[in-house]
């Protein structure tokens, strides 16, 4: 079975500093790890994705996460944090091999102060 | 960029009835998905369906609650006979394919803005 842990449920920075949001999985097999925001009463939009190529991950809008298997973990970071990063960001693994269905974490709230 | 629309946004529903979800996912897409996410708590898997058929779900996929596809580009949830705890944000996903040779292929779920529906 596979599982993931958000260990911030909230983070606050300042607008123009980095940004580092901690997600950590558990999974049977080699996973796929995802990060999706979801802003105020919108959908849940990509930002991007692991499968099992380069550890280091860029996305969308400056984001970016690294996987490191001898630490489970997939953390998201961005250098320099806007305005418009302000949303809720949830850490997904995918499940076992031949299943489809996401597993989320309970996601963490990010805040942006100017 | 294709998107997955869902309708209605908000639906206000009495208990015991009948609603029905609907979803256009990504036209080339395959894989299709409904998810909920009760307020405060996580994002939950439902059921996924692809040819046709259901080819999985969880456990809160029980007896009231059904998907169809009944034309070539909707898709949707009903929920039989609606109770207080359904209320809540039903998410519709789609996906273009999954790899048969491992996770390494597997491709990522596009969501809708989801509906929210609340049970009175």
């Known amino acids: 079975a596979q599982s993931v842990t958000q260990l911030d449920s909230h983070v606050s920075v300042s607008e123009g500093t980095p940004v580092l949001l901690r997600c950590n999985y558990s999974s049977s097999y080699s996973p796929s790890l995802f990060w999706y925001v979801q802003h105020p009463n919108k959908g849940l939009q990509l930002l991007l994705k692991y499968t099992s190529a380069a550890t280091l991950v860029k996305g969308i809008n400056g984001f970016e996460a690294e996987f490191k298997k001898s630490e489970t973990s997939f953390h998201l970071t961005k250098p320099s944090a806007h305005m418009s990063d302000a949303a809720e960001y949830f850490c997904?693994?995918?499940?076992?091999?031949?299943?489809?269905?996401?597993?989320f974490g309970s996601g963490t709230r990010l805040q942006v102060q100017p | 960029e294709p998107e997955v629309t869902q309708t209605p946004s908000h639906q206000v529903t009495q208990m015991g009835q009948e609603v029905i979800l609907r979803c256009v996912p990504i036209?080339?897409?395959?894989?299709f998905y409904w998810y909920r996410q009760i307020l405060g708590q996580k994002v939950e898997f439902l059921v996924s369906f692809y040819n046709n058929e259901i080819s999985e779900k969880s456990e809160i996929f029980d007896d009231q609650f059904s998907v169809e596809r009944p034309d070539g580009s909707n898709f949707t949830l009903k929920i039989r006979s609606t109770k207080l705890e359904d209320s809540a944000m039903y998410f519709c996903?789609?996906?273009?394919?999954?790899?048969?040779?491992?996770?390494?292929?597997?491709?990522?779920?596009?969501f809708g803005d989801g509906t929210r529906l609340s049970i009175l």
């Open positions: 996903a789609s996906s273009e394919r999954w790899g048969l040779q491992g996770p390494a292929l597997n491709q990522p779920q596009h």
């Open positions: 997904v693994v995918t499940p076992d091999t031949g299943r489809r269905a996401l597993t």
């Open positions: 036209s080339n897409h395959l894989y």
